[in-house]
């Protein structure tokens, strides 16, 4: 089976800089994605790394490791509107379609 | 608005009713999924289709839940003789077969209460 494990909650203040971790156990593995979601919202798309190393689009980075089940989101020049759930999932089950998600940290922005 | 919509937003029922959820994808994606998230948790997977064939579903779906693409653009969800715990956000996805990542667009889902 397949699981994910992300620190439940991190606080921060506007400006700064936070980082969200993510270790996984897969029987496969097929890249590592991190979805946001807002309060009453859908999850949207943020990053992908398929290879180890790191990922940038914008404000944020993703990273991953391989070798140690390990990946990461970094967030830069944290925003209030950044407050949200954010989630790692891995693709799984029949042609690796499915999405196993992580239980997701809670990201609270403070000013 | 080209996005992942769903029908209805919010639906309250009693329990052992009947309710059909519908999910309409993005028009040119072929592969459809159905995740249920509770308070506090991940989208948990239920089932997927490619086209119209329902190619995988969880062992969370129990013979209660009925997934059906029928024509593989829409789909439904329907859930039998609701349970309490059947009280839950329900998630439609879709996305395009393509090399390389495959990115799942969520709808706004459905909020489902089961008094």
């Known amino acids: 089976g397949q699981s994910l494990e992300q620190p439940s909650e991190v606080t921060a203040v506007e400006g700064a800089i936070v980082q969200i971790n993510c270790t996984y156990q897969t029987s496969g593995f097929y890249g590592l994605s991190w979805y946001q979601q807002h309060d009453g919202g859908a999850p949207t798309f943020l990053s992908y790394n398929a290879l180890d190393g790191l990922e940038e689009t914008g404000r944020f980075s993703s990273f991953l490791s391989r070798s140690d089940s390990y990946g990461y989101l970094l967030l830069q020049e944290l925003q209030m509107k950044d407050s949200a759930s954010y989630f790692c999932a891995v693709r799984s089950g029949t042609g690796f379609q499915k999405l196993v998600f992580g239980t997701g940290t809670r990201l609270l922005v403070s000013p | 608005d080209t996005g992942v919509s769903q029908d209805p937003r919010h639906k309250i029922t009693k329990r052992g009713q009947n309710v059909t959820f519908r999910c309409d994808p993005i028009?040119?994606?072929?592969?459809l999924y159905w995740y249920r998230q509770t308070l506090g948790q991940g989208p948990e997977f239920l089932t997927y289709f490619q086209n119209e064939a329902q190619l995988e579903k969880s062992r969370l779906l129990s013979d209660r839940f009925s997934a059906e693409r029928p024509k593989g653009s829409f789909s439904t969800l329907e859930i039998q003789r609701t349970e309490q715990g059947d009280s839950a956000m329900y998630l439609c996805?879709?996305?395009?077969?393509?090399?390389?990542?495959?990115?799942?667009?969520f709808g706004p889902g459905t909020r489902l209460t089961v008094l």
């Open positions: 028009s040119e994606h072929n592969r």
């Open positions: 996805a879709s996305s395009i077969d393509r090399r390389g990542p495959i990115t799942q667009y």
